[in-house]
């Protein structure tokens, strides 16, 4: 059964940027929004690509390597040549404390 798992502060990732995190066997990014913090799978469905190292544009991620576009807030695909959406996890803060349902 799913449970939160606290993956870091607040302060650990700066506004508008990413952090790749590994939690119970999963590996995620950390998104913080403008304080508003998402988290989804980190390798893109289309070659694996590293989406904490692709760019971050308003609510969108960049694939690095072949430039798939996923909605940061949702998972869901923009742009090719992904054809399948990443899978998003729930993120609660806790205090300073962030919080991932895994």
């Given at each position: 059964m799913?449970?939160?798992?606290?993956?870091?502060?607040i302060n650990d990732v700066k506004?508008?940027?990413?952090?790749?995190?590994?939690?119970?066997?999963?590996?995620?990014?950390?998104?913080?929004l403008n304080g508003k913090f998402y988290a989804i799978e980190a390798a893109c469905?289309?070659?694996g690509g590293p989406l904490d190292e692709g760019a971050i544009?308003?609510?969108e991620v960049e694939c690095p390597w072949h430039g798939a576009k996923f909605d940061i807030t949702t998972g869901k695909t923009l742009s090719p040549p992904a054809s399948s959406d990443v899978k998003k996890y729930e993120v609660k803060v806790e205090g300073s404390d962030v919080m991932v349902k895994v």
């Open positions: 799913a449970e939160f798992t606290k993956v870091c502060s506004t508008n940027s990413a952090k790749r995190i590994s939690v119970n066997g999963q590996e995620l990014v950390l998104f913080n469905t289309h070659a544009e308003g609510n």
